[in-house]
């Protein structure tokens, strides 16, 4: 890493899980006095993290560069890879000539982020500084006002993209469990849920804090469709050790 | 839950970790607009949730009743769950006088935090919000640079109030772990550490964000002594499965 100051900056920053009022004052500041801003954005050039953002961007007086990295749907990481070399030498393009780039995060940056592969291209290279922001993990709890983990209780992550015999290792070895990236896999949990007999204890959510937020607190009379990329499960005890 | 409007409305409002920046806008907006402010504090009065919100606070030209939780440093259960009562009391008052009451947290509300408690008392009886702040798992990998989870991971947290046994098993089970309140349990994490091999993959850090930080990226030196409360282990793996 470099700290030499006529090198630009990049600074990953996480926006959070969708109410543009969950944005953190520090983000907001970064976000008004960066050169250059940067996001993932999908092919059709629509970009979440963007448009948590936009009211903050609209704020600014200043001349923005931006610079969407568009990102295909697919599950071929190669092309993925190319993608962030080229938003890399993008990015690092603009380090070079002094800027400060700021990359919007959906969530955290941190957490399951795209920034984890721009940072591991370029923190070799400049300075870099990460803005963490709230996860959806945090937003679930708060909508749903369930506590995620009191006192000895242990909490685990994991993904739909887990198998199910780790799904259900899981749900039998933590006390409070967030399942992530639920869309495609929803049957698949759903069966999980009721091997490890914890359906009674799950509830199901989609777009938290956006106006097509979705909140199921019985999961017994949910359909097992695919539901969208921003849908998790959380799975607490009802019964809570206090001692 | 009652949504009569002549009452009032307890709002748990997370401050973040430390940094007065990693207030969200929504947190910095409730509390200027509250008629009463809550917190946990220590014996001799003093709040670090406060602390961190101080700065909003001498913002604010509203006249705002203050209700310190002084909560005695002690393992008793029972002693703690007379101070939530009488806590619960006194906000209810006024909540039942038509009052909007913000309860500080620090780091995020329903994570580990005080105010679970207060909102199991409260919540049959008042409308409560929940307004999620930025946690110390997401601030210690922001300070930290370095991604808590990538793609197929799984991720844990657990505390040094876990048992040796079940520390060994989550740091065996899985990717990321993040083992908070490691003050008084430091050595036994180090051992734990070392028998499941994840010595190398270990940082340390205490008081994130604030004056004091301390940042420990080869634990292979730290000393086995009691640390402070706010101080915890994350544990990534070196070699990260990118496919």
């Known amino acids: 890493m470099s700290e030499t100051s006529e090198q630009g900056k990049l600074i990953g920053v996480g926006v959070g899980p969708g109410d543009p009022e969950l944005i953190t004052l520090k983000a907001y500041r970064l976000i008004q006095e960066a050169d250059v801003i940067s996001y993932i954005a999908n092919e059709q050039g629509v970009s979440q993290a963007r448009n948590i953002a936009a009211q903050v961007l609209n704020n600014t007086e200043r001349e923005q560069l931006e610079i969407p990295v568009v990102m295909p749907m697919c599950d071929d990481r190669s092309i993925a890879n190319r993608v962030y070399d080229d938003a890399a030498n993008a ?29 591991e291209r370029i923190q ?35 993904s739909g993209r887990h198998s199910d015999e780790d799904i259900i ?21 759903l069966t999980a849920l009721d091997k ?20 199921i607190r019985d999961v017994s009379g949910l359909e097992g469709e695919a539901g969208p990329y921003f849908s998790l499960f959380v799975v607490v005890r009802q019964e809570r050790d206090r001692s």
């Open 196 to 215: 490890s007999g914890r359906s009674h204890e799950a509830s199901y959510l989609e777009y938290i804090g956006r106006k097509d937020e979705k909140i």
């Open 124 to 158: 070799e290279n400049y300075t870099c500084l990460v803005v963490p922001g709230i996860s959806s993990v945090h937003a679930a709890s708060s909508a749903l006002q369930s506590p995620l983990t009191m006192l000895k209780e242990s909490f685990a992550v994991i």
């Open 169 to 189: 290792k899981v749900l039998s070895l933590h006390d409070s469990v967030v399942i992530m990236k639920a869309g495609r896999s929803r049957q698949r949990i």
């Open 91 to 119: 990015i690092q393009k603009e380090l070079q000539a002094g800027k400060t780039v700021v990359f919007l995060c959906e969530g955290d940056p941190l957490f399951f982020g795209s920034f984890s592969y721009l940072l």
